[in-house]
């Protein structure tokens, strides 16, 4: 949620902002109606505050034998004016709420404007792998080593799933648990949410109102719940209608989730196999923060997820997105893009995002400042560490080898029983 000082305050600058991430919005009708919700509030206390006075007036006017009576005709006529007023004044509120809660968030002030044709590379870290032999993709790598069941996924569920098996779910497993023990050695605490969401969690993570139809519903049910897209919608409720205390900060969580993704029906024939799906695994941290703490959240979560990467040994690249490209709720936003051999381009399978503020005004999430007594918003962000329907196919494809087997990276290995290779099924 925006500021709504700073879109009367700085209309031009916040209007510029939501230009780069492609919104041209006139402020002036909003500013008119908070224009007039303002004399609405005016007129509301200044009504309460003559009621006030006539009513302690009244003793007085009796005693010196004056009409009170006209006093009382006054009060009703004041309280019915009043009446009036509070009632347009709640549903002046409800549409400036209503509208503000559709505007993104503002892209911090470093970032290009447009979309994803000004995302800029930071860095790459390791070498592309270079084969000398004729290199599988890794539904072939899959299949071949009997990892992945992909056609009775389909049977059983339908397109963009699929079935980890016997060593295949042991890798799977295996990331996700390397995954928990690097979050837990740097002090994140451990978080198993709830996979059913309701309506407010969407709204404060800032996904809805505008996305609400690119999630799963169930219906049939009051109040209706969501199954979450990301453990981040779980994890920035946390302290949703809280106020901590700023000692308590930075608080840092992370959480292992399945994440179920209406859109995945964009599925692209390039994109088959794990690339993009409906369900898959993910590893999320969150941050909650001063706004002093922000930037330094920010540059820590995108460390760890890059380590993670490093850590398989997998090449990749750092992009910082352009304003455009930045999800809806996010002012900054890296992407850590692995890559893909038989795609022959990088995929992203983790983007470290700060929300500033955003978040935390829809949540009403507070902090309390310990020298000045008042609240304060606190700063949310988020990273994945890491998604592993990406990671799964960029590491047996970086890391086959010329017999058709995979090497496990020494990461993994303790997590598979010492496990090195996973050698094709024998025919």
């Not at 303002?38 to 006030?52: D, R, T, W």
């Not at 004056?66 to 509120?93: C, P, S, Y």
């Not at 390397?178 to 709204?203: R, V």
């Not at 709720?329 to 890559?339: F, G, K, L, P, Q």
Request: hydrophobic share 35%; proline share 4%; net charge neutral.
């Amino acid at each position: 949620m925006l500021d709504l000082n700073l879109i009367r305050n700085e209309t031009k600058k916040v209007h510029d902002a939501l230009l780069k991430k492609g919104w041209d919005v006139d402020f002036a009708p909003l500013i008119k109606k908070m224009d007039r919700r303002l004399e609405l509030i005016q007129q509301v206390e200044s009504g309460k505050a003559e009621q006030n006075r006539l009513s302690k007036s009244v003793p007085q006017v009796k005693k010196e034998g004056g009409d009170i009576q006209a006093i009382f005709t006054r009060v009703k006529e004041i309280t019915k004016e009043n009446a009036a007023a509070e009632e347009e004044l709640k549903r002046i509120e409800n549409e400036i709420n209503e509208e503000v809660s559709t505007y993104p968030n503002l892209p911090d002030e470093d970032l290009e404007g447009g979309e994803k044709e000004n995302n800029r590379v930071l860095h790459e870290w390791g070498s592309k792998p270079v084969f000398d032999f004729k290199a599988k993709d890794h539904v072939e790598l899959c299949e071949s080593l009997d990892l992945v069941d992909y056609e009775r996924a389909a049977k059983i569920s339908g397109r963009g799933t699929w079935i980890y098996k016997g060593v295949g779910a042991q890798l799977e497993w295996a990331l996700v648990n390397y995954f928990i023990q690097e979050h837990l050695k740097d002090g994140y605490q451990f978080i198993l949410p709830p996979h059913l969401l309701n309506y407010e969690s969407g709204y404060t993570a800032g996904q809805f109102p505008k996305f609400k139809e690119d999630v799963f519903w169930l219906k049939g049910q009051e109040p209706e719940k969501f199954m979450l897209p990301t453990a981040e919608t779980a994890l920035v409720n946390l302290h949703r209608n809280e106020i901590l205390k700023e000692e308590d900060l930075p608080k840092k969580y992370f959480a292992y989730t399945p994440c179920y993704r209406c859109e995945a029906g964009s599925y692209r024939t390039e994109e088959r196999g794990m690339i993009r799906g409906y369900q898959f695994n993910k590893v999320e941290m969150v941050q909650y923060t001063t706004a002093e703490g922000s930037d330094e959240a920010f540059d820590e979560l995108v460390m760890k997820a890059e380590k993670l990467v490093q850590g398989l040994g997998l090449h990749y690249r750092l992009s910082k997105l352009a304003a455009g490209d930045c999800s809806h709720s996010m002012a900054r936003t890296y992407d850590i893009e692995v890559w893909i051999p038989s795609m022959g381009i990088y995929k992203e399978v983790s983007s470290a995002s700060n929300a500033r503020d955003y978040q935390a005004r829809r949540g009403m999430i507070r902090y309390r400042d310990a020298k000045t007594n008042k609240t304060k918003f606190c700063h949310t962000l988020n990273a994945s560490g890491l998604a592993t329907s990406r990671v799964f196919p960029a590491l047996v494809e970086q890391c086959q080898q010329k017999d058709g087997s995979v090497k496990i990276p020494k990461v993994l290995q303790p997590y598979l029983g010492g496990m090195e290779y996973i050698y094709p099924k024998k025919k």
